[in-house]
């Protein structure tokens, strides 16, 4: 699978909301 | 309870609209359904009456998304008394467009022989939700962060005693799409998209803890009045 940075942001954008 | 179609979203069993004594003998129930792209309301007509009832007719008022028949009421015989008729009248959403109040508030006028008869219904707005719902992931990310906290709603989806998959794909049944999946510090964390008739699309954040059945749902939509009728959806389709 590319690395094309989304899967990141999306795990990034999971802990923003859980931990904010 | 309703239906869930195998190619479409939930269906809500008939419910009456309009009782037979405020319609001179003409009882009509009905619902909505969104089936393979096609919106449809599927009605039910009852002759409560002593005489014959012919030369039916349906219109709608202008309305939030314009919803429209898109064929003439068609009902192939005279209706004798006690009779019933089930008829699908097939929907469109290039009519007219008002806001309404509530947002998904449909006026609606009936004809026959005898008199002209209105009535109001609310249609749920997930027959709204279109099949193409599903956002690009990094167009997702960028709405998201575009979107201003202050158009940020927040619901609690209570007694749902569903896993993450399978919330997921009665969502989807429904036009509602995952787009990513994160699990942090034990919670499933889905982020999700679906898009109405008329363009507006709505994101989505669906927090659900293993074993615990009360979800919590944000919701982020630059028209903020919508996001109430997508919870209700929401609840709509994952109860039933």
Same mark, same amino acid.
């Given at each position: 699978?590319?690395?094309?940075?989304?899967?990141?942001?999306f795990s990034?954008?999971?802990?923003?909301?859980?931990?904010? | 309870s309703g239906?869930?179609?195998?190619s479409?979203?939930?269906v809500a069993?008939k419910?009456?609209? @309009? $009782?037979?004594m405020?319609a001179?003998?003409?009882e009509?129930?009905g +619902?909505?359904?969104?089936?393979?792209?096609?919106?449809?309301?599927? @009605?039910q !007509?009852t002759?409560?009456?002593?005489q %014959?009832?012919t =030369?039916f007719a349906?219109?709608? /008022?202008r309305n939030?998304f314009?919803?429209?028949p898109a064929a003439?009421?068609?009902v192939?015989?005279p209706?004798? $008394?006690?009779?019933?008729?089930?008829?699908?009248?097939? !929907?469109n959403?290039v009519?007219? %467009?008002?806001?309404?109040?509530?947002?998904?508030?449909?006026?609606?006028?009936v004809?026959?022989n005898?008199d002209?008869f209105?009535?109001s219904?609310?249609?749920?707005?997930?027959? !709204?939700?279109v099949? =193409?719902?599903?956002m690009? &992931?990094?167009?997702f990310?960028?709405t998201w962060? =575009?979107i201003?906290?202050? /158009?940020?709603?927040?619901?609690?989806? &209570?007694d749902?005693?569903l896993?993450?998959?399978t919330?997921s794909n009665?969502?989807?049944s429904?036009n509602i799409f +995952?787009v990513?999946?994160?699990n %942090?510090?034990g919670? =499933?964390m889905?982020y999700q998209?679906?898009?109405l008739?008329n363009g507006?699309?709505?994101l989505?954040?669906? &927090?659900?803890?293993?074993?615990?059945?009360?979800?919590t749902?944000?919701?982020?939509? &630059?028209?903020?009045?919508?996001s109430?009728?997508?919870?209700q959806?929401?609840?709509?389709? !994952?109860?039933n």
């Amino acid at each position: 699978e590319l690395d094309d940075g989304l899967d990141e942001a999306f795990s990034r954008l999971a802990q923003s909301r859980t931990n904010p | 309870s309703g239906v869930g179609t195998l190619s479409g979203s939930y269906v809500a069993p008939k419910a009456v609209w @309009l $009782p037979a004594m405020k319609a001179k003998g003409l009882e009509i129930s009905g +619902t909505f359904t969104r089936q393979v792209g096609s919106i449809s309301m599927d @009605l039910q !007509l009852t002759n409560k009456a002593l005489q %014959v009832m012919t =030369d039916f007719a349906i219109q709608f /008022n202008r309305n939030s998304f314009g919803l429209a028949p898109a064929a003439p009421l068609q009902v192939h015989a005279p209706l004798s $008394p006690n009779q019933t008729v089930e008829l699908s009248l097939p !929907l469109n959403t290039v009519g007219s %467009v008002m806001k309404m109040e509530p947002l998904n508030n449909l006026q609606v006028a009936v004809k026959n022989n005898i008199d002209v008869f209105y009535f109001s219904t609310l249609y749920p707005l997930h027959v !709204l939700f279109v099949e =193409d719902g599903k956002m690009d &992931r990094q167009m997702f990310l960028a709405t998201w962060k =575009d979107i201003p906290n202050e /158009n940020e709603a927040q619901f609690q989806i &209570r007694d749902c005693p569903l896993n993450t998959e399978t919330a997921s794909n009665k969502l989807q049944s429904s036009n509602i799409f +995952t787009v990513a999946k994160r699990n %942090v510090e034990g919670q =499933d964390m889905l982020y999700q998209s679906l898009k109405l008739t008329n363009g507006i699309w709505v994101l989505a954040e669906l &927090r659900i803890q293993p074993g615990n059945p009360n979800f919590t749902l944000s919701l982020k939509c &630059r028209a903020p009045e919508v996001s109430q009728h997508v919870y209700q959806a929401y609840e709509t389709i !994952l109860k039933n």
